[in-house]
């Protein structure tokens, strides 16, 4: 787990704009792409892909990436993009009280059909 107190190496709002972060990254780290791939465990030229923009960023590469370079990624709430959404005609909040999640049900037990070998006399 990251320390608090470490600091703040920069913040993205986009994509393109944690891409332009992890390039300063690895600039500041002096290491290669394939560095990177191989601390990743990417394949071969994945981090050039993703940097060139070639191929879009799964959220398993964003972390992988993230932590290849040293980044912790962390979220913050956005208490003006917050009220920016609930002001859209198309927020709805939650009607149902109670816990957000329910348990699953037991699983049913499945019907067995029976199969016969022979056809049925009609």
Not at 36 to 45: C, E, H, L, N, V
Not at 57 to 78: G, Y
Request: charged share 25%.
């Amino acid at each position: 787990m990251a320390d608090l107190t470490s600091p703040i190496v920069g913040t993205a709002e986009g994509y393109a704009a944690f891409v332009a972060l992890c390039r300063a990254r690895i600039v500041e780290l002096g290491v290669t792409y394939e560095t990177i791939d191989r601390i990743a465990g990417f394949s071969d030229r994945h981090t050039a892909a993703l940097m060139a923009g070639s191929k879009a960023m799964s959220v398993w590469s964003f972390f992988t990436l993230a932590r290849a370079l040293a980044l912790m990624p962390s979220f913050q709430h956005d208490a003006d993009q917050l009220r920016r959404l609930q002001d859209q005609s198309n927020w709805i909040g939650m009607r149902r009280t109670g816990p957000r999640f329910r348990p699953s049900p037991k699983p049913r037990k499945r019907k067995t059909r029976c199969v016969l070998d022979t056809p049925r006399p009609l």
